[in-house]
């Protein structure tokens, strides 16, 4: 009863609801997926074999062979690290650890043209450690190396952040009675804290990976734009787009769009299906 | 429960507890625990680990000391547990005894002190090489597994050469779900279970593994009232069948009262009185425990020549071997009478509850802050004194503690 005449105090005048709703679809039409349908429009303006061809020529079969082996490499890397940082945070107490939290939101705060010119810092030609790297013949500037770290720089906080609230929900109770039933770490790890984080740390692999396959800024400081060899699929439009090869620049464009709607879709069915299983708290993305 | 019951299971508990014994299981758990093992029931035979006797493990505790960044959480504790023994840690939050307790499973580890089971020095031994069941207040059930997966855990738990094979397993678990009268919920989620089935599990779980002791933390905090009451006499019964040495962390005086062979009041880290339930509610060595035990009516006054005076007023009290100076009188509400003629101290009636079966009066003292509680039975023919009326108080048992105590 109370629940019913608390949603009429609240109830605003038919026409200012019909005008918010109204409002707030507009603006999701006209921002989001207008934009989205005049990328696919003109990625196949000259049909479905130009788009095609653009494509499978060589340089956009590279720079998506490029964009994936670095998802590749960035996923199973922050996973892990992701899984064992979230395990440090919510499980031990140390000093430093406000620190430790407020870094691992560095990536989110600081531009990522910044974070690629940190990397040229390091690893440039005058950079501290490009002797030590001249003398054993290691490329990272200009090279995959350079762009994988770029990837994982700016991707880092995605599992992390996912996983922190998380277990912090869940407390160390089922890892204690692991325990304390004899389980080895690596059993309770196993069997008690992976099935519990299992769904939020797909969730965040998935954010992870949507962010990697579309990084432009810190990629295209370190990447040197070397067509064929250090091209990403963001990168490798933005060339065509500044060659004026529009219908080539929106073809790889919808590629880039067709698998981030497969991350949505996936997010999506994550939310709807194991909404419970994922960090409830303030969620970023 | 806070959260909603996908597959609700309806709490049958009340019906299923009241007045039933514990229903015997095929082939008693308490087999694991005799000096001559019983065929399959004794899981890991032939381990080097000390099989428990009959009743479980004693328990020494010497000079436990920790301290959480400079407060002492536990302050020199000294405590010997039987075996078999059924002991409470009493006392109010702060009062160090689920520090006592995680000091004790080896989830904390001590500054200074030793924990010894039977004659096995523990102290340095981690979590996992206790062997100790650990019963958490909100189960700490494993969410993803079924009850049975959830019993089998700690011997599946074992290294290859100590753990028993898949039917002995299977076995023991059947035989421990008879135990914790949910026979067939091997295949349920714990999120399918109430609150007193999840913690049934729970200690089901904890057992499986041969415990040398059980340890406790508050384990019907999380329950409803009713069911607090049925899972603790419960879990009483379970304790005589099983003899297995047992620990809980309580700060419910009641609980402690009805189900400890023993209780250890706990004060600020220290040990403030170890006793039997009857000796804690009848000879408090404290204030402090009379107060915690049960309601106390406080009278203050003074100690002079070993009596207790009471300010304003003629009569006086025995206080043998209590200091002089300030000190006050404790007295239970059923142990106040109300007197004849001029016998006792004077009261003016503030206010009257009548109950069903009692009659409880607030009652106002000449020259005391504190309202006095009187409470007695309702015997036919007695009226209820009205608010305002004056009548006389007789403490029949009390205390005397020096208030600088």
Known sequence: MSDVRHRDDLQEPAWLRVALIALAVLVMLSLVVLPLLMVLGAAFAKGFGTWLESLTQPDAVSALKLTLFTVAIVLPVNAIFGTFMAWAVTRFEFRGKQLLLSLIDLPFAVSPVVAGLCLVLLFGSHGWFAELLREHDIKILFARPGIVLATLFITFPFVVRELIPLMQQQGADEELAARSLGASGWTMFRRVTLPNIKWGLLYGVLLCSARAMGEFGAVSVVSGHIRGLTNTLPLHIEILYNEFDSTGAFAAASLLAGLALITLILKFWLESRHGDALAKSHRRH | ?405
């Open chain 2, 1 to 405: 429960m806070a959260t909603p019951l996908r597959n609700p299971i309806v709490d049958t508990e009340p019906s299923e507890f009241v007045g039933t014994p514990i229903a015997a299981p095929a082939r008693p758990v308490t087999a694991a625990h005799s000096t001559t093992p019983a065929g399959p029931v004794t899981l890991g035979a032939g381990t080097p680990a000390p099989r428990p006797s009959r009743s479980g493990m004693d328990l020494h505790l010497r000079q436990l000391s920790k301290r959480y960044t400079g407060v002492a959480a536990l302050d020199g504790v000294d405590l010997h547990v039987e075996a078999g023994e059924l002991v409470a840690l009493l006392g109010p939050s702060g009062s160090g005894k689920t520090t006592l307790l995680r000091v004790i499973a080896g989830l904390l580890h001590p500054d200074a002190g030793q924990v010894l089971f039977g004659r096995d020095d523990a102290t340095r031994l981690s979590l996992r090489e206790r062997n100790v069941g650990f019963v958490f207040q909100h189960y700490a059930l494993f969410k993803h597994m079924t009850v049975a997966e959830n019993i089998a855990f700690g011997l599946r738990s074992r290294p290859r050469s100590r753990r028993p094979d898949k039917a002995t397993i299977r076995r023991r678990v059947e035989e421990l779900l008879g135990l914790i009268q949910l026979p067939g919920f091997g295949d349920r989620y714990p999120e399918q279970l109430s609150g007193g089935q999840k913690q049934r599990v729970a200690l089901a779980r904890a057992l499986a593994i041969d415990p040398t002791v059980l340890l406790l933390d508050e384990p019907f905090g999380a329950l409803d009232a009713k069911v607090r009451v049925e899972l603790r006499r419960w879990l009483r019964q379970l304790h005589e069948r099983t003899g297995q040495t047992t620990l809980f962390v309580t700060h419910d005086q009641e609980e402690a009262l009805e189900l400890a062979d023993r209780i250890v009041v706990l004060r600020e880290g220290r040990i403030e009185q170890v006793g039997t339930p009857d000796e804690i509610y009848s000879d408090p060595a404290s204030a402090y425990v009379f107060d915690f035990i049960g309601r106390a009516n406080v009278l203050e006054g003074e100690v002079r020549g070993g009596r207790f005076h009471l300010p304003g007023h003629a009569r006086t009290f025995s206080a043998d071997a209590v200091p002089e100076g300030a000190a006050r009188l404790y007295a239970r509400a059923h142990d106040v009478a109300p007197g004849e003629g001029d016998e006792g101290i004077a009261a003016r009636v503030v206010a009257a509850h009548r109950l069903a079966d009692r009659i409880t009066l607030e009652l106002h003292v000449q020259g005391q802050a504190r309202p006095v509680e009187l409470d007695f039975a309702a015997t036919p023919g007695l009226t209820t004194p009205a608010p305002g009326s004056e009548l006389r108080l007789v403490p029949l048992r009390y205390r005397v503690y020096s208030s600088a105590g």
